[in-house]
């Protein structure tokens, strides 16, 4: 079995997974979907092998993201699962022990 057919987004229109770039794009509705799928790290693998240079996939905003092609390479790995606020939608870096996020102060950050 090809490992998107297991993919949380399968049957979504692609659209969704290329918002506006930031601050007027609008992550959350594609972030929900990586946020549950089971073959995040073969996506953030796949991402990498074609060089992709825009959109979100394995959860990270690439043309949002700081480090975003760092942060595929973790997930790909296996080593991270992106966590973000949930008020600007920002990365929170993995090795932060604060529950709140650096750019906004918002402290609701889902695990």
Not at 38 to 44: D, G, Q
Not at 83 to 96: G, M
Not at 102 to 110: M, Y
Request: aromatic residues 6%; charged residues 25%.
């Amino acid at each position: 079995m090809n490992w998107r057919q297991r993919a949380a987004c399968r049957a979504v229109a692609p659209g969704i997974f290329y918002p506006a770039a930031p601050p007027k794009g609008d992550p959350r509705q594609a972030l929900a979907y990586c946020r549950r799928c089971p073959v995040l790290a073969r996506c953030a693998g796949h991402a990498l092998a074609i060089a992709q240079r825009r959109g979100i996939v394995a959860g990270v905003w690439i043309d949002g993201d700081r480090d975003a092609h760092v942060t595929l390479r973790e997930i790909g790995r296996g080593h991270a699962r992106p966590r973000r606020c949930v008020k600007c939608w920002r990365l929170i870096e993995s090795a932060r022990a604060e529950r709140s996020c650096a750019l906004c102060g918002f402290a609701e950050i889902p695990v």
